[in-house]
């Protein structure tokens, strides 16, 4: 099992940023494409891996997108040690992202990054880009709004991750935290934000088809029934579903 994920792993791809505290470079930025865990210790990245699969059992089958995401900033923060981890949604009309989710140092949601607008600060040009983004010296970044917070909360390492749909990004997944951020946790963080991923875009797709219902009840419950069996027709497609429990003899009535 391991080896698959180590497989999977090096196949992921990240732009990471200022990696001075890691590597030793210099340059601003570096673009690592197919990094190698041959460095990396397995037995490190196996336990993440088994944090994550905890993280997301927490969240699995859950259909309420806001559930969801507190699940997963509540998971990298007690989980992972994280200082601080947020989840933006991207808004029906595509034009800012909304604060769903906040963990660890802010718990609130109605601060003044509550509604990002799509292109604006670090995590609407996340969500426009498609592009992850790491910085391992965030008080010396030019594009933080308040650096005296990261200096006084010793904020060092920042990921954000597009939580993508298809080419299109459905929300943003950011990170602060400590201590420098090592390629094993980024490759980690990576993989589970396809876990998010997934379950946000279900959850999203459930709370669409119940919206439609809900629009499109009729004055009985003949046209409310039709609505649902279209609604879930739909949301099925082609999908062979199996029936999984005992049977039962019920008793006869005369």
């Known amino acids: 099992l391991t080896t698959a994920y180590v497989a ?3 196949h992921c791809s990240w732009t990471v940023v200022r990696w001075l505290a890691v590597s030793g470079l210099s340059a601003a930025s570096l673009d690592v494409s197919g990094l190698s865990t041959s460095g990396l210790s397995i037995s490190r990245l196996s336990f993440d891996l088994r944090l994550c699969a905890e993280v997301v059992n927490g969240f699995t089958g859950c259909l309420d997108p806001d559930i969801i995401a507190a699940h997963v900033t509540n998971g990298l923060v007690d989980a992972f040690g994280c200082a ?3 989840v933006w949604l991207v808004e029906p009309d595509l034009q800012a992202l909304r604060l769903v989710a906040s963990s660890g140092l ?3 949601l109605d601060g003044s990054f509550a509604r ?3 292109g604006c600060f670090k995590i609407g040009k996340i969500a426009q880009h498609c592009i992850p983004f790491l910085s391992n010296c965030l008080p010396e970044e030019s594009w933080v709004k308040d650096r005296d917070w990261a200096i006084a909360n010793n904020i060092q390492g920042f990921a954000g991750l597009p939580l993508m749909a ?4 459905m929300g943003v997944l950011a990170v602060f935290s400590t201590k420098v951020m090592d390629p094993g ?3 980690v963080l990576q993989m589970f934000s396809l876990a998010v991923t997934g379950a946000l875009a279900s959850a999203l797709n459930h709370k669409a088809v119940l919206a439609n219902v809900v629009q499109n009840q009729g004055p ?6 039709g609505a649902l069996s279209e609604s879930l027709a739909a949301m099925l497609g082609q999908q062979t579903l199996s029936l999984v429990g005992t049977e ?3 008793p006869l009535v005369i």
């Not at 298809?166 to 990004?169: I, P």
């Open 185 to 187: 946790f980024l490759e």
């Open 8 to 10: 999977v792993l090096s």
């Open 84 to 86: 601080f981890a947020r």
């Open 220 to 225: 009985d419950d003949d046209a409310v029934d």
């Open 248 to 250: 039962q003899a019920l």
């Open 166 to 169: 298809g080419s299109q990004a």
């Open 106 to 108: 802010y718990t609130r």
């Open 116 to 118: 990002v607008p799509m």
